[in-house]
């Protein structure tokens, strides 16, 4: 019996939680620089995957090369780590073989959008089901701080010491061109909002894409500081809340609306007719309206934080399942020797 024949593996009943956080420690030695954004983004996804009842052998972490990379070493699960850029390709064939299982691909700009871009944007229009976390902190931190396709214009590394003059990629750009069905962004400073972020992309059928925003405190220490610290987020960061408004400021009384196709500050009032602002809808399938969400950045606008797109559809497994099943009941269950010896054969004398 092939993997996906096999019967689906029973839920557990909710009442009886089965794991703690401590399920999903490792024990291996975390290797990360200390202080590293690493280590909340690993304490998140222990604390959440803890929560669910999905049997921890059905957990695989895939990952390419980078500081995050080492993620499947510290969590006591299945996991691969596999080469650079390829994590995706490696995840696609598990999720083909065994959809009974949860996987998570954990990537970084450098590994996710140079080398493994092309993996990256396959992956995400077949609708995989599977988790990408795209780790950015917009630095090559492994191979000691060169620029990455995200670092900023003007970014001054080992690699571009007068400033690096490419243009930055956004990757939330990108998920929403490949048409990834949840796309999501968070943060390491606020393990709170990211762990509602990880439980909705695990609920998710199809492919999860979230950007996590990722401090590297070696080589570009606070290089979201200027959006995410204490002192500034209030009026420089948006909570996305579905069917609302996006309301931000320290009194919650500024929002955007939307002027001759381009965003635009307003004060906020409540009182007032909503249809005058902008009003966030995560489940529009026209990708218009999270585009539009990318393009809100530091230092002309507030940033948004949360889910861009959340929209169902059929995923890759679930079609080739299907038109596995239909040519089997056209044609049968075939022949591995009368496919190798077919026609298309032919004998050298």
């Known amino acids: 019996m092939s993997s996906n024949e096999e019967k689906p593996i029973p839920p557990v009943p909710d009442a009886q939680p089965l794991y703690t956080r401590t399920d ?87 590994d996710g959008l140079s080398i ?62 490949s048409e990834a069905t949840f796309i999501a962004r968070t943060l390491d400073s606020d393990p709170r909002h990211m762990s509602q972020i990880l439980a909705r992309a695990k609920e998710h059928k199809g492919t999860s894409f979230i950007e996590i925003f990722q401090n590297c405190i070696i080589f570009n220490d606070k290089t979201f500081a200027p959006v995410t610290s204490r002192e500034t987020r209030d009026d420089r960061m948006i909570y996305l809340e579905h069917g609302k408004p996006l309301i931000f400021g320290a009194k919650k009384n500024k929002t955007i609306k939307v002027k001759n196709l381009h965003p635009e500050i307003v004060d906020y009032d409540p009182a007032a007719d909503p249809a005058g602002y902008f009003i966030h809808d995560e489940k529009d399938v026209w990708p218009h309206h999270p585009y539009f969400l990318t393009q809100l950045t530091y230092p002309d606008f507030p940033m948004p934080f949360g889910v861009f797109r959340c929209v169902q559809t059929s995923t890759y497994d679930q079609l080739m399942d299907k038109q596995i099943a239909d040519v089997k009941d056209k044609r049968g269950d075939g022949n591995l020797k009368d496919l190798i010896y077919g026609k298309e054969t032919w004998k050298i004398e």
């Open 116 to 177: 493994g871009s092309n993996h990256l944007v396959h992956a995400m229009r077949r609708n995989l089901d599977i988790n990408i976390l795209f780790i950015n902190n917009q630095i090559y931190g492994l191979t000691k701080g060169q620029y990455s396709p995200t670092s900023l214009q003007g970014k001054i590394t080992k690699s571009s010491p007068y400033g690096s003059l490419d243009h930055p990629i956004n990757p939330l750009c990108i998920a929403i061109a």
């Open 24 to 110: 999903f420690v490792s024990g291996q030695e975390v290797r990360w620089c200390p202080g590293c954004g690493n280590y909340s983004i690993l304490g998140a996804v222990q604390q959440t995957l803890a929560k669910f009842n999905t049997p921890k052998e059905n957990y695989v972490f895939v990952s390419g090369i980078g500081c995050s990379s080492r993620f499947p070493y510290y969590m006591n699960t299945y996991g691969f780590h596999t080469i650079h850029g390829r994590a995706p390709a490696v995840a696609t064939g598990l999720c083909c073989v065994n959809p009974h299982l949860s996987i998570w691909v954990i990537t970084g700009d450098g």
